[in-house]
C-alpha cells in the first residue's frame, strides 16, 4: 500500500495562490490515479481534482475549474495541487489519495474509489 504526506498549506489572503505537494512512498506513484478531496469543518469531504496515472486526463470539481490545477511527477512520486485565486470558501483540510487503477487514462472522483488517504493539510484564506 502507498503511503501519502501532504505539505505546503498554510494561511492566505483571498486572492493569492498556494501549491500543494503529496509525498508518496511504498509503491510506484504511477500505479495509482491520484485525487485532492478537501473538508471543511461541519462539511464532508469533497472532490477536488484528480489526474490519471499518467497525467493524461484530469478532472474537476465545478468550485475550483479554472482556480486549480492537478499535476504529477511520477519520477519525483509526488502529486501537487496549485492553487490560485483563492476564496475563503476554499478554506478546509486538503487530502491527498490514491486510486489503483487498471487503465493508465481512468480517473475516478468519489472517496470509495481511494485506497489510500494522506493525514491532510490544512489551508486557510482570509477575506
Known amino acids: 500500500q502507498v503511503q501519502l504526506v501532504e505539505s505546503g498549506g498554510g494561511l492566505v489572503q483571498a486572492g493569492g495562490s498556494l501549491r500543494v505537494s503529496c509525498a508518496a512512498s511504498?509503491?510506484?506513484?504511477?500505479?495509482?490515479?491520484m485525487g485532492w478531496f478537501r473538508q471543511a469543518p461541519g462539511k464532508e469531504r469533497e472532490f477536488v481534482a484528480v489526474i490519471s496515472r499518467i497525467g493524461g486526463r484530469t478532472s474537476y470539481s465545478d468550485s475550483v475549474k479554472g482556480r486549480f490545477t492537478i499535476s504529477r511527477d511520477n519520477a519525483k512520486n509526488t502529486v501537487y495541487l496549485q492553487m490560485n485565486s483563492l476564496k475563503p470558501e476554499d478554506t478546509a483540510v486538503y487530502y491527498c489519495?490514491?486510486?489503483?487503477?487498471?487503465?493508465?487514462?481512468?480517473?475516478?472522483?468519489?472517496?470509495?474509489?481511494?485506497?489510500?488517504w494522506g493525514q491532510g493539510t490544512q489551508v486557510t484564506v482570509s477575506s
Open positions: 489519495a490514491a486510486a489503483r487503477t487498471t487503465n493508465m487514462l481512468a480517473i475516478v472522483t468519489t472517496p470509495a474509489d481511494f485506497g489510500s
Open positions: 511504498g509503491r510506484t506513484l504511477s500505479q495509482y490515479a
